[in-house]
Nanobody, 124 residues
Framework: QVQLVESGGGLVQAGGSLRLSCAVS????????MGWFRQAPGKEREFVGY????????YYVDSVKGRFIISKDNAKNTVYLQMNSLKPEDTAVYYC?????????????????WGPGTQVTVSS
C-alpha cells in the first residue's frame, strides 16, 4: 500500500514562498494522479490542484492559479507544491493524496491515499 508523507510547511510572512514536498513510498509516484488539498480550521478540505500520473496535465483551483506550481520528480518519487505570493488566507494544513490513473478528481472522495498533512501559516 502506498504511503505519503508531506514536509516543508512552516510559518511565513505574507508575500513569501514555501515549497512543500510529498514523498511517496511503496509504489512509484507515476502509478497515481497526485492531488494537493488544504484544510483551514473550521472549514472543509479544499482542493488545490493535481498532476496526472504522466505529468502531462496539471490543474489548479482558481484561487491559487499563477501563484502555486505543482511538479514531480519520478526519480525521487516525490511531488512538490511550490507556493509563491502567499496570503494569510492560504493558512491551512496541506495534504497530498493519490488517486488511480483513471480518476481525475477535484474532490477529496476521489482519492484513495492521504498523507498526514503539514501546517502552513501565513502571517499578515
Amino acid at each position: 500500500q502506498v504511503q505519503l508523507v508531506e514536509s516543508g510547511g512552516g510559518l511565513v510572512q505574507a508575500g513569501g514562498s514555501l515549497r512543500l514536498s510529498c514523498a511517496v513510498s511503496e509504489r512509484p509516484v507515476s502509478t497515481y494522479n497526485m492531488g494537493w488539498f488544504r484544510q483551514a480550521p473550521g472549514k472543509e478540505r479544499e482542493f488545490v490542484g493535481y498532476i496526472t500520473w504522466s505529468g502531462g496535465t496539471i490543474y489548479y483551483v482558481d484561487s491559487v492559479k499563477g501563484r502555486f506550481i505543482i511538479s514531480k520528480d519520478n526519480a525521487k518519487n516525490t511531488v512538490y507544491l511550490q507556493m509563491n505570493s502567499l496570503k494569510p488566507e492560504d493558512t491551512a494544513v496541506y495534504y497530498c493524496a493519490a488517486a488511480r490513473r483513471s480518476v481525475f478528481s477535484v474532490v477529496a472522495s476521489g482519492y484513495d491515499y492521504w498523507g498526514p498533512g503539514t501546517q502552513v501559516t501565513v502571517s499578515s
